[in-house]
């Protein structure tokens, strides 16, 4: 079992800055492709980014955002910049094993955290 703790959401301006962080709990972390994901209002929930050995981007966010991990400290970041207002969305943390997938089906999740861009 996984328990994953996200962090570090908030209101912003167009073009900020934000920085997500999840910090998990249980099994061995740096086994684990972690992944996050963000849903807006009415939409699906839609992947953003992933790590394993190597990084994956939604070609909405790269360039832009940048995921990281500490696997000392059993923590992956998101770095959110120059954000838009169609950023705005609840952020999700997810674990899984295995390979990288794109898809919500990761086996577990955080709570989210909201982030909110305005224009």
């Known amino acids: 079992q996984v328990q994953l703790v996200e962090s570090g959401g908030g209101s912003v301006q167009a073009g900020g800055s934000l920085r997500l962080s999840c910090a998990a709990s249980?099994?061995?972390?740096?086994?684990?492709?972690m992944g996050w994901f963000r849903q807006a209002p009415g939409k699906e929930r839609a992947f953003v980014a992933a790590i394993s050995r190597f990084k994956y981007y939604a070609d909405s966010v790269r360039g832009r955002f940048t995921i990281s991990r500490d696997n000392a400290n059993d923590t992956v970041y998101l770095q959110l910049n120059s954000l838009k207002p169609e950023d705005t969305a609840v952020y999700y943390c997810a674990a899984k094993t295995g390979d990288v997938t794109t898809r919500a089906t990761y086996d577990y999740w955080g709570q989210g955290t909201q982030v909110t861009v305005s224009s």
């Open positions: 249980g099994r061995t972390f740096s086994s684990y492709v």
